[in-house]
């Protein structure tokens, strides 16, 4: 079964503490990216990375880490310094570089909540 | 800059009847348009796309947009609506110079029984 799953569904942080997001995809596709949906906001961009032990930040990428070690997994750390985390993380894919009108894919989501 | 314009944070329409939700973007390049589609607490699915060609193009779940270069506009359009289609809509450019998506700020579309 393809696609691309986000884990976990929901997830409660304390404050001061890191978390980490997991997305794994087994579409073979090349790029992956991370987004924070705030309401009445639309998407925002986090980071992106095109190819394996690459990636490029986007336009709101301070307070958050990411690695690309494999193809088939993009995770999301949320450290300390992101000074209100809360939001619903997505994670999407495209199939190549996406340089081209690809279609980006988007797993089911994270709602992270600071308590 | 390149930006997203979607000019209706919600759209309220009885049952049956049609619904255009408006797009509006602004790029100094060409673009690829996007219209994608996210039900409550739920990941984005695609409805259609703009790449070339005919500048009417069709989606699933009848949906359908229409490419406007000179208005810069990719409105969304469905002849008549149904509950099931209560769900948040957004309107999404990508300058064929550029990696990134960009993004409306979406538009809930609330169905009236």
């Known amino acids: 079964d393809g696609g691309i799953t986000q884990s976990p569904k929901y997830l409660f942080r304390k404050e001061g503490q890191n978390v980490t997001l997991s997305c794994e995809q087994n579409l073979n596709h090349d790029a992956m990216y991370w987004y924070r949906q705030d309401p009445g906001q639309g998407l925002r961009l986090i980071y992106y990375?095109?190819?394996?032990?690459?990636?490029q930040k986007g336009d709101i990428a301070e307070g958050y880490s990411v690695s690309r070690e494999k193809k088939e997994s993009f995770p999301l750390t949320v450290t300390s310094a992101q000074k209100n985390p809360t939001a619903f993380y997505l994670c999407a894919t495209a199939p190549y570089k996406a340089m081209r009108g690809d279609t980006q894919y988007f797993g089911p989501g994270t709602r992270l909540t600071v308590l | 800059a390149q930006s997203v314009t979607q000019l209706d944070s919600q759209v309220p329409v009885f049952e049956e009847a049609p619904v255009e939700l408006r797009c509006n973007y602004s790029?100094?390049?060409?673009?690829?348009l996007f219209w994608y589609v996210q039900y409550p607490n739920q990941g984005l699915q695609l409805l259609l796309k703009y790449l070339s060609g005919s500048t009417l193009v069709k989606g699933i779940n009848g949906f359908e947009a229409e490419f406007n270069k000179s208005q810069t506009s990719f409105h969304l359009r469905k002849p008549s609506v149904h509950i099931s289609d209560t769900a948040e809509y957004f309107c999404?450019?990508?300058?064929?110079?550029?990696?990134?998506?960009?993004w409306g700020a979406g538009t809930k579309l609330i169905i009236k029984p």
């Open positions: 990375s095109q190819i394996v032990n690459d990636f």
């Open positions: 790029s100094s390049v060409s673009v690829y």
């Open positions: 999404a450019v990508k300058p064929s110079s550029n990696y990134q998506l960009i």
